[in-house]
């Protein structure tokens, strides 16, 4: 059986296309499928057309619906803990991953010795120059300085065995960032290119802070390169304090104790403790990181299933 994880918030536009593209790949596929759609706490009527997805086709469709928005990191945990199926796919609603890949990718897990096939963008066409500029730096950094490869362009979309499922689900942390996740776990990984893809429907919840705070969170939860260039720069700020000391010291002493260059002293001042903030900064975050793991708060709370739809069916009957 081949597991269709799809994430969702506010798709409901989405959603009947998605699931009509997929259909008309099918018959290429000698699989069966289940579809796990997850709805992050959409504010539109993704939920009531999940559904009716399952009215329709109550062998295929399942879901599971939030309590309220949790992120896509827990929605992919979610939909990745309910599949059933030996091959495992993540894919996005808004139909940016092409579903005519998915016999292609089936095929060469099938008869490779991999366990996973991902899908990397060849581009990024129609996406803003500043957003692209930041994904490119965020990749080259966390590729630098942490301890987990991670492919610019690689998206969420990639089919996985039962296997690097599990894997990836044995990691119960509450602070999840997949795209490292998928590679920490190691496992053999092929990419397939393609050309970068235009949402079909509705608008994306990504904005540019959003996604600068998740790129944040991906280099702080793989890497603990920020924690060293805190304390390099810590170093750096005492050594040259040290140097100014001396030079101040035997200047004082050969030319006198002019009372002048407050203006520069009072701009050392501001920028010692513009250090010492940055450095507090980049410590609290992983100490934040922390306070949270040690919470044990569930990475997510379900309020509906499709079960709850067909205890509503049998009622009726």
């Known amino acids: 059986m081949l597991s269709i994880v799809v994430p969702c918030f506010n798709e409901q536009e989405s959603l009947p296309y998605f699931v009509r593209e997929v259909e008309k790949i099918t018959s290429s596929i000698t699989h069966s499928i289940e579809y796990i759609f997850v709805n992050d706490g959409s504010k539109d009527d993704t939920l009531q057309s999940l559904r009716e997805l399952h009215r329709k086709m109550p062998d295929r469709v399942r879901y599971i619906s939030f309590s309220k928005n949790f992120g896509k990191e827990s929605a992919l945990y979610a939909g990745l803990q309910a599949t059933q199926g030996d091959l495992i796919t993540v894919m996005d609603a808004d139909l940016q991953d092409p579903p005519e890949l998915l016999p292609q990718m089936i095929e060469r897990l099938e008869t490779s010795d991999i366990d996973c096939v991902g899908t990397r963008r060849q581009d990024r066409v129609g996406e803003p120059v500043l957003r692209s500029f930041f994904a490119r730096l965020f990749y080259k950094l966390v590729n630098k300085f942490g301890d987990t490869e991670m492919i610019d362009g690689a998206r969420d979309f990639r089919l996985m065995t039962r296997q690097m499922v599990d894997a990836i689900l044995s990691m119960t942390e509450y602070n999840r960032f997949s795209k490292g996740i998928f590679s920490w776990v190691g496992f053999n990984t092929e990419y397939i290119s393609y050309e970068n893809r235009e949402r079909v429907a509705g608008k994306t919840s990504w904005s540019f802070w959003s996604l600068f705070k998740y790129s944040i969170d991906g280099i702080v939860n793989f890497s603990d390169a920020p924690l060293t260039l805190a304390a390099f720069t810590g170093s750096l700020s005492c050594i040259a304090a040290i140097i100014a000391l001396i030079f ?64 509503e069916i049998e009622k009726e009957r």
């Open 248 to 311: 101040i010291v035997i200047r004082a002493l050969l030319f006198g104790d002019p009372t002048s260059g407050w203006p520069s002293l009072a701009s050392i001042v501001l920028f010692m403790g513009g250090l010492q903030l940055l450095s507090l900064g980049i410590i609290g975050k992983y100490i934040g990181k922390i306070f949270l793991e040690t919470k044990k708060r569930p990475i997510y709370i379900v309020k509906e299933t499709e079960k709850d739809i067909e205890k």
